[in-house]
Structure formats: structure tokens, C-alpha cells
């Protein structure tokens, strides 16, 4: 007879208390400092072969140390070591599935990392001049053209640098078009539901912040929107679907409004995954939308950047559009096309970043969306709305059915949230509990305590590049983590154990941020 666990969540359950550290977490906790061993050395370099001279002689005494660098005398294996037990102590896709709502952390196919990596693309200097970069300007172009479609708007400029630098993008390009027009407006509208960036970004843009209510089905409120639309508005900000996961049935009569009222309609794109290939913010009235290509279209999210976030925009919204913007003229000679940068815009907004973008990001996501094709997209967005409709099925029907209920009955989209409310109430822990415990099972946890309109919210977003199996072995480690609340709730409080990490005092670690190390002298 097999000696196999006999489910998955049995494979990964870990036990319920770990205060004895096991060999790996001692060897886990000691520093490569603390290895250190005098003279004790990883290679030994061969003879330089040049005359030796003093460094003093090299290089001007006020640059040099008043003592050697602190740094640890190991062997070869000791690095290696090293390297490789601190490359597993963070979570990673690589790891394991990473529902981290809002994120779309779906996996980024390494065809498009091999792409990005030959050599005409890695070592491409930015200020190459665009005669001698006229393949990277051509994939420039095609990569707009390719977004025009899926946002279903006609210009694009890929200058902006993340998510949150196209919607600033898109707001100073509302300011100059109502200031081409002779106005000043002052206020944008977004709903409650919306990214905490969104409200940082009017901020930031010089506007107020004029807050819409959700609706009993997870929607604008539409007579609230009605009471607010007044000559004041310069914009609308919204996500569709929104961060609750929804598809607001309203869509079009809420962009009509705005519209009739004067101002632009701005579409966050951090949810475009969920629709691509079906529905386009352009036909749903949007001005401008920002598309996250770290979200969508294959650039590795995560890690600090480079990220890019491209805006598409109609045609009143063109002139303003950023410079450099990239064209294309024919030779006339045979020659086929050639591609230039495209400085003379008197109604731009200017440059919102040095050269032309992450260069690197525009390789990935243009492999990505070629490769695909059109079909393909259409397929990705359908299997990643397929996948988390059948995680909130799967999920429904355990243990979570009872205490982590959906927010909303309404059909998912891309994503779900979930109310940790009853399991607070009911079994005495917290969303954070039930998130740090699923480390210990080996999945990264949801989205927690956002939307704030959602009491206790767990939000998930599984991706189309996760397996049923996976699926599956998320919902029953969920429900044997709400078994375990129902035996011992502080095994919950207590967790995670089997991180390099235990639980972080996480409002302390905010107020009180720790930015440099101590000296060691």
C-alpha cells in the first residue's frame, strides 16, 4: 500500500505548532556573516601579470576606506548556498499559486523572456538613433497598433512608465483638454470601490476627489452619479470590471452621463484581463484607458519594475498625447516603411519620462500578443473568468460557504471577494489569520481587507494559468485551514510557522520603518 498523502492539502499541512527549530530553520537564520572564517576563500586568482602599486597611487585618498570591507571570507559552497536559500525566501509564481486579487500574477510564458533576452533587443542603447533602430521602432509601432484594437480606441502612446503613471497620464491630458477648451474643472468622480491609486492620482493631478456609492449589487450607484454630474466634472475614473470582480450592467448610461456633461471618461485597465478579446472600453465610451502590461499581456510583475503602462486614447484626446510619439512613412523608394520619432505636438502634454519606455516590457508583451493572436487573448480572458467562477463554486460548497460568503451574488468576473465576517464572528479569527496560514500550505494568500467597503474582504483572482488541480488544492487548503479554526483558532493567530519569517508586528514595522542597516563598528 502507498505510503502518499491521501489529498493534497494533507501533502502540504503543516504542523500545528513549530516552536522547536528543525535543522533547515537554524540553517535558514544563520547569516552568511556569521559563516565568515578568516582567510577562508572561494578562488584564488591567478598572477595580475602587471607591475603591483598603491592603491593611494591609483586612486585620490579621500575616495579610499578607512578599513578594509566588512565582507564575509567564505567558500564556494557557502555561496552558492547562499544565494540559493535566499532566493527561496520570498513567494514567487514559481513557487506556487499566487491569487493575489486585483494583481492578475499569472505566469509569464519564458518563450517571451527568450525573446526579450536576444541580443538586437537586450543591448539596444536608448539613445540609439532611430535610423539604426529601425526593427525596435517597428515592434514600437505594431505593439500600438495591437492595443488600439484591444482597447478599441485609435492612438496609443506607450511612454508611461506603470499603471499609476498612465493615470496620471490621463489626467493632465483632461486638464489640457478642458483647457484647450477654455475651462477649469476641478472635481473627478470614482467609486468607492476603486485602486488606492486612483484617488492619490487626483490628488497629485491638482483635482478633488468626489467619492460615488456602490450599489446593493455591486455597481455605481446610479442616482448618486446622478446628483454629482455637474459642470465641475472633469472625469470619471472607474474599473470595469470593478475591484468586486463585476461587470457593471450600467456601464454605457454612466459614461453617457459624464460625456453629456462635458467631461472625459477615464478606464482603469488593471482588470482589461478579464474582458480582452470581448469587450472594449473604447465601444463602452472611455477616453483614455491605461493598460497594465504587467497585469494583461506578460511582463513579469512584481520585484520593482521595469513595468510600462501604455494609454489609448480617442480622437479628442489625441493632440495632447505625450512626445516623442512614434510614426511611420513610406520610402516611396522600395524600401519599404521607416519608423522616426515625432516630436512636433504644440498641444502635447510633453514628456512624461526620459527616452521612449521600458523597451524590454514593450519585446515581452508584443510576443505575448502575437503568439496568442486574437483568438487566443479571447481564450485567456475566458479561462481566467471560467477559473475564478469554478474557485468560488469550489469554495461554496465547504467550509468557506459558511464562513468566508461571497460579498455580492452576482456572477464574478476575473476575480471574487470574499467576507471573512462570519469566520470572525463564528470562529473567533481574522482574513490576516486565515491569509498567513495559507503560507504554510504553500499558496500565496489573496488580496486582504480591500475593497474597504467589504467587511474582512479576502479578494482572489486566480488567473487563466492556473490548473483545475490547482484550483482545487486552494479550496481544500482553505477549508481544512477553517477546520483547524473550528478545533484550535489559535493555531491560525499564530501562523505562519514555516516561513523564514514568523508573524511581523506589520503596524509597528509601518510607523517605525527600520530604512538602514546599523554599522556593525
Known amino acids: 500500500m502507498s505510503d502518499e498523502p491521501t489529498s493534497v492539502t494533507e501533502s502540504v499541512r503543516p504542523p500545528a505548532t513549530a516552536e522547536i527549530p528543525t535543522p533547515q530553520q537554524r540553517e535558514r537564520a544563520t547569516t552568511i556573516f556569521e559563516r565568515s572564517v578568516e582567510d577562508r576563500r572561494a578562488a584564488t586568482l591567478p598572477p595580475a601579470g602587471v ?54 500574477m499569472k505566469h509569464n510564458p519564458r518563450l517571451n523572456e527568450r525573446v526579450a ?43 508611461p512608465s506603470a499603471g499609476s503613471h498612465g493615470e496620471l497620464a490621463g489626467l493632465l491630458l483632461t486638464r489640457a483638454f478642458h483647457a484647450e477648451r477654455g475651462e477649469q474643472r476641478s472635481k473627478v468622480l470614482i467609486p468607492d470601490t476603486a485602486h488606492g491609486t486612483n484617488p492619490a492620482t487626483v490628488t497629485m493631478a491638482g483635482f478633488e476627489v468626489v467619492k460615488l456609492a456602490t450599489d446593493e449589487r455591486g455597481g455605481v450607484e446610479m442616482d448618486d452619479l446622478r446628483s454629482k454630474v455637474d459642470p465641475e466634472v472633469a472625469c470619471l475614473m472607474i474599473t470595469n470590471p470593478n475591484t468586486l470582480g463585476l461587470f457593471d450592467p450600467n456601464i454605457a448610461e454612466i459614461t ?19 474582458i480582452m478579446g470581448h469587450s472594449r472600453p473604447g465601444d463602452m465610451g472611455f477616453d483614455i484607458v491605461h493598460v497594465n502590461l504587467h497585469k494583461s499581456f506578460s511582463q513579469p510583475h512584481g520585484g520593482g519594475g521595469p513595468g510600462a503602462g501604455p494609454i489609448a486614447v480617442s480622437e479628442r484626446i489625441e493632440p495632447f498625447l505625450p512626445v516623442p510619439r512614434v510614426v511611420r512613412a513610406e520610402t516611396g523608394n522600395g524600401a519599404g516603411p521607416r519608423y522616426d520619432f515625432d516630436y512636433e505636438k504644440p498641444l502635447s502634454i510633453g514628456r512624461l519620462r526620459g527616452f521612449a519606455g521600458n523597451f524590454g516590457v514593450f519585446v515581452r508583451s508584443y510576443a505575448y500578443i502575437a503568439s496568442l493572436g486574437g483568438p487566443g487573448i479571447k481564450d485567456a480572458s475566458e479561462t481566467a473568468v471560467l477559473n475564478a467562477r469554478y474557485l468560488l463554486a469550489k469554495l461554496s460548497e ?18 471574487f471577494v470574499l467576507s471573512g465576517g462570519p469566520a470572525k464572528k463564528q470562529l473567533g479569527v481574522r482574513t490576516l489569520d486565515i491569509a498567513k496560514r495559507l503560507l504554510d500550505y504553500g499558496f500565496h494568500p489573496p488580496t486582504v ?8 474582504a479576502l479578494m482572489v483572482e ?24 473550528e478545533a484550535d483558532p489559535e493555531t491560525l493567530r499564530r501562523a505562519p510557522y514555516t516561513t523564514p519569517v514568523r508573524r511581523l508586528d506589520e503596524a509597528a514595522a509601518s510607523r517605525k520603518p527600520t530604512v538602514r542597516q546599523p554599522s556593525s563598528s
Request: aromatic content about 6%.
Open 398 to 415: 465547504g467550509r468557506a460557504g459558511k464562513y468566508l460568503p461571497a460579498a455580492f451574488d452576482e456572477p464574478a468576473m476575473h476575480e
Open 117 to 159: 533576452a536576444l541580443p538586437g533587443h537586450a543591448r539596444l542603447h536608448p539613445a540609439q538613433d532611430p535610423k539604426r533602430a529601425q526593427g525596435a521602432l517597428e515592434l514600437m509601432w505594431l505593439l500600438e497598433r495591437q492595443l488600439e484594437e484591444i482597447c478599441g480606441l485609435p492612438h496609443v502612446s506607450l511612454q
Open 462 to 485: 486566480p488567473t487563466e494559468t492556473e490548473t483545475r488541480e490547482s484550483l482545487d488544492a486552494l479550496a481544500g487548503a482553505i477549508d481544512a485551514i477553517l477546520e483547524e479554526a
Open 256 to 274: 453617457g452621463l459624464v460625456r453629456e456633461a462635458g467631461g472625459t471618461l477615464y478606464y482603469d485597465g488593471a482588470n482589461l484581463n478579464a
Open 51 to 104: 607591475a603591483e602599486a598603491e592603491l593611494s597611487e591609483l586612486i585620490p585618498k579621500r575616495f579610499l576606506r578607512a578599513r578594509p570591507a566588512e565582507l564575509p571570507e567564505v567558500s564556494e559552497p557557502e555561496i552558492v548556498r547562499h544565494y540559493n536559500r535566499i532566493s527561496r525566501r520570498n513567494f514567487d509564481l514559481d513557487t506556487g499559486p499566487y491569487p493575489l486579487g486585483s494583481c492578475t
Open 449 to 456: 481587507y480591500f475593497p474597504l467597503l467589504v467587511d474582512e
